[in-house]
Nanobody, 121 residues
Framework: QVQLVESGGGLVQAGGSLRLSCAASGRTFSSYAMGWFRRAPGKEREFVGGIYWNGGTTYYPETLKGRFTISRDNAKNTVYLQMNTLRPEDTAVYYC??????????????WGQGTQVTVSS
């Protein structure tokens, strides 16, 4: 079992940055791929990025590549999402997830409760 708790969300002006954290419990954290997803009001859940267990491979949708960066610290059981040059359309609830990986939600078995990110124009 893995429990995930996101933090770091909040209100930021367009052009600003935020770093989200996802703290995991469980001794097997390092064996899971981690992903970030988001859901904006009235929209489908969207893949934001993923990172494999060793942190050496990250992947993002083309629309976010270059602005968002995922990293992980297995010693701290934490994965991070650095978001730069934020835009109002980035406003959403952001979720971290753990599982075998990939860009689809069914690749993840464990989910956090989410953290709200609001970008004002």
């Amino acid at each position: 079992q893995v429990q995930l708790v996101e933090s770091g969300g909040g209100l930021v002006q367009a052009g600003g940055s935020l770093r989200l954290s996802c703290a995991a419990s469980g001794r097997t954290f390092s064996s899971y791929a981690m992903g970030w997803f988001r859901r904006a009001p009235g929209k489908e859940r969207e893949f934001v990025g993923g990172i494999y267990w060793n942190g050496g491979t990250t992947y993002y949708p083309e629309t976010l590549k270059g602005r968002f960066t995922i990293s992980r610290d297995n010693a701290k059981n934490t994965v991070y999402l650095q978001m730069n040059t934020l835009r109002p359309e980035d406003t959403a609830v952001y979720y971290c997830a753990a599982g075998r990986g990939g860009k689809y939600a069914d690749g993840y078995n464990y989910w956090g409760q989410g953290t709200q990110v609001t970008v004002s124009s």
